[in-house]
């Protein structure tokens, strides 16, 4: 029987080769993370980088919803580390603001403060001086015999630390009461009787020094200078001037004193 020719040929196969899909990239996640590691690490030395690190978090958090999510991960690791550099360094940056400015602020108010305390004592040194032409020379008994003799108003002889406000109806008192009541309240206190000469060391009016810098107390004396000195030298000079009183004594009695003309 012949061959069949069928059986002859040989068996054809069919070869399938499978190619492995391309691998996807998550670009969010690459991008996340390179962005959160350049801010946590440039970030701490340039603080304004470590921006990138919060926007590093956030797209690596968006991509760790997405295949592969290694990179995301990671970078939502870095930059949430990098997020709390940010956060402090923000917070130590802002106190240390906050410090300088307020410190500036506090130094100009106190500035300011001496700037006027000082003006205002030299204006009461002359209004004592303008009183004491008309009185023998002699300097008032009491600053409130110069604010009812109207040389001032009576904010003029209060400083803001004081914390005392002017009593409204203060213009319709009497001019005992009135001076009473600056004698008791002013942040300045003139030495009683006080004979006005060109002795330039001889102290007539000062500031209140528990009200101003103990540093820098504005003094007025009887030739109609100023200037500012310390609590020390201001104590010492007091001292000399009336001996057997300390300041405190005379600031007392400046507080106490009543006008003359009271019943």
Sequence with gaps: MPDDPQEKMP?????????APPRSTNVLGVVGFVLALIGTILGICIWPVAVLAVIGLILSFIGMFKEPRGLAIA???VGLLGSIIVLI???VIGAIGT???GGAITAANQAAVQVESATKARGIQQAAIVYANGNAGLGPDNIGVLLSENMFSADYILLPSSGIAVPPDLDSWDWSRKANWAAANASYIVLPNQ???FDEGLISVFADPYLVSPDRVPVS???GSSA???RARLETALAEQNPGKTMEQIIEESRQWTSPDLP
Excluded: A, L, P
Aim: proline share 0%; charged share 5%.
């Design 221 to 223: 004396y009887s030739d």
């Design 195 to 197: 004979k006005m000469t």
């Design 89 to 91: 360094m923000v917070f």
């Design 75 to 77: 970078g939502f690791i």
């Design 11 to 19: 068996h054809s196969q069919t070869i399938v080769v499978q190619q």
């Design 99 to 101: 410090g300088i400015v």
């Design 228 to 230: 500012t000195i310390t």
